[in-house]
């Protein structure tokens, strides 16, 4: 794990039932994720009264495939660097909003909501900054007119703002920043009370990686947060930003964010991602599907955790591989944008697996397409459709492919008819062929190898308008 290093552009930049208690806290981002927000993650997340989120580019927007998937899968977005004192305030009292203000636009064009990405940071800090020399009185009227400029010009537009990033060691020191030996430790509250003076509408979160887990540096933090409640300085959350690697999801995660709630503040995950050695396998794919599964419902079952962030889109963007030699591929979509086995973990941890549907879906929803299988010597498959959620005018199903002969197949096809005029909005774990009502779905490259007696399974999420019914036959082809 590790923190937000500096994310340059191009590959590196990539850098709803609710309960009484957090009704109040969910109020902004049940205003957003509207009609037109995300279809996908975004929407299950939503029905659980959670916002999936993903960190975004506007030097990427203009890639179709990029703005695609941002704009179905994510109902909150958070700007990668646009809104960093670099980009914002890169000489003194200049101002430049452009690249915030385009990521700000087109969240309100699709319904999103959005995180402020940072206001205080002891990195991607102009140098006149962190080298003007500047005498305690003078840096804290500098910070001050930042923060009253840059949340000011954002009143009312964002959700959330991180006021102060990364400011503790991992001994749970203070780190040695120019504000820190400048100001002293009075720093981080005088931040915090000039953002609530600039938009106090906004959530105003501390923002920190290596926090994940009970330590010395979530405890300081813990105690900073303690603290600041007690005092009443104007703290509404705590960041976690999830950078993991695989395999290394900390055991007490649930239970360190359920100890931070307690305090009286939101928690979220701000921006995750799971990294592994690469090149990519099947299993190391496996195990990134569990890891993601396992922190997502971590944030479910904490009460106050409002959402998850994930830092980036596709894997061609994220700045892992650049940092970290030898390492990559900790996104939900791969290099081509296809759905990895990630994202089947977190659609499974919203519930798009779960044996009981949500209160809105069909009572009918627990039957299942009859299974076919495809002849042939020694070689068959059979494949079962099976609703499993169902809301307002979405759903979510699951089909699994069975090999059902003797032999192994090296690959499979499945087909079906929608009888009410279905459309699929998002796949995983397949590629798509969709013409009316008529649906093919081939394997995908790491799961189309079954020896005999295996199973794999798909899933998609989508749309339906008056009736959902089940299939009448799905059939099954293998190679």
């Known amino acids: 794990m590790m923190e937000s290093v500096f994310r340059p552009p191009a590959r590196t930049l990539a850098g709803l039932a609710v309960t009484a208690l957090a009704a109040t806290a969910l109020v902004a981002v049940a205003t957003t994720t509207s009609a037109t927000a995300a279809t996908g993650l975004g929407q299950l997340a939503a029905a659980k009264g959670k916002y999936f989120g993903t960190a975004l580019a506007n030097n990427h927007l203009g890639e179709s495939a990029y703005a695609t998937v941002a704009d179905r ?3 909150s977005v958070t700007p990668e660097n646009e809104m960093k004192w670099d980009a914002t305030e890169p000489s003194r009292g200049s101002f430049n909003y452009t690249g915030g203000d385009a990521i700000v636009s087109h969240a309100q064009a699709h319904g999103q909501s959005v995180r402020g990405h940072t206001l205080v940071w002891h990195s991607q800090l102009p140098s006149w900054v962190s080298n003007g020399g500047f005498n305690s009185s003078t840096l804290t009227s500098i910070m001050q007119n930042h923060i009253s400029n840059v949340a000011g010009h954002y009143q009312g537009k964002l959700y959330a703002w991180d006021v102060v990033n990364e400011a503790f060691n991992d001994d749970g020191s203070r780190r040695q920043s120019v504000f820190q030996t400048t100001i002293g430790d009075s720093y981080i509250a005088t931040a915090f009370q000039a953002a609530r003076a600039a938009d106090p509408s906004a959530k105003l979160y501390y923002n920190d990686y290596n926090i994940e887990g009970v330590n010395s540096k979530s405890t300081a933090v813990y105690n900073m947060v303690k603290a ?8 509404d959350g705590v960041g976690f930003q999830a950078h993991f ?6 055991s007490d995660l649930q239970a360190n964010l359920q100890r931070f709630a307690d305090l009286g503040v939101d928690v979220a995950l701000t921006e995750v991602d799971v990294r592994m050695q690469t090149p990519a396998d099947s299993t190391k794919l496996a195990t990134q599907s ?7 419902k971590a944030c479910l079952n904490v009460t106050r955790c409002v959402g998850i962030t994930v830092w980036g889109v596709t894997d061609k963007y994220s700045w892992v591989p650049d940092v970290f030699s030898g390492y990559g591929a900790p996104l939900l979509f791969d290099d081509n944008y296809n759905s990895k086995p990630a994202y089947t973990g977190v659609s499974n941890a919203f519930g798009g697996t779960t044996s009981s549907p949500s209160p809105s879906a069909s009572p009918s929803a627990s039957p299942s397409a009859s299974p076919s299988s495809s002849p042939g010597t020694g070689k068959a498959c059979s494949a079962t459709y099976a609703l499993v959620n169902q809301w307002n005018t979405g759903f979510q199903s699951e089909v699994t492919v069975k090999n059902s002969g003797s032999a192994a197949i090296s690959g499979w096809t499945v087909s079906w008819t929608f009888p009410n005029g279905q459309t699929i909005t998002q796949l995983w774990n397949g590629t798509l062929s969709q013409s009316g009502a008529n649906i093919a779905v081939k394997n995908a490259s790491y799961n189309g190898a079954l020896a005999a007696n ?4 798909f899933g998609f999420t989508g749309n339906w308008s008056g009736t959902n019914g089940i299939p009448s036959s799905v059939s099954c082809t293998g190679a």
Do not use: W
């Open 228 to 235: 600041f409640k007690q005092q009443g300085v104007p703290i």
């Open 454 to 457: 295996a199973s794999t399974t």
């Open 290 to 296: 569990s890891n993601y599964n396992t922190l997502t």
């Open 245 to 250: 690697i695989l395999g290394q999801i900390p």
């Open 73 to 75: 899968e994510f109902n």
